[in-house]
């Protein structure tokens, strides 16, 4: 598998593709990543990883432009359940069932030799 196009985010707030040496914006990232790509965001000031960040800066365009991509009450419901003490194992059944986790046993437990990633 290919790494990760690695992006670095500016403290001017852009996005600069190292793959390309050019500057890019959502909607860049959001074609790379139909076209099967994958994205690493860093902040350039902090060295942190912002990608989570941005795959929901890019949900929240699709959404502006009037592409809804997730529904109002699966989104609040999200929101609820970020909120309080919730089930450990949520985030890995919800990656799972989009393809993106190894598939587990009845008791939640990862099938020997599973990376957790899809073979998309």
Not at 30 to 46: C, F, H, K
């Amino acid at each position: 598998m290919n790494e990760p196009r690695l992006i670095r985010k500016y403290v001017n707030r852009r996005l600069y593709d190292t793959a390309e040496s050019r500057y890019v914006n959502l909607e860049d990232l959001r074609r790379v990543i139909n076209a099967g790509g994958e994205i690493r965001v860093i902040d350039q000031t902090s060295s942190k990883d912002i990608t989570t960040t941005v795959l929901l800066q890019i949900i929240g365009e699709a959404e502006k432009s009037g592409a809804p991509l997730l529904g109002a009450d699966f989104l609040a419901a999200l929101i609820r359940l970020a909120g309080r003490e919730r089930d450990p194992g949520l985030g890995e059944r919800l990656q799972a069932a989009l393809g993106l986790a190894p598939p587990t046993d009845s008791r939640g437990m990862r099938y020997p030799g599973e990376s957790g990633r899809s073979a998309l």
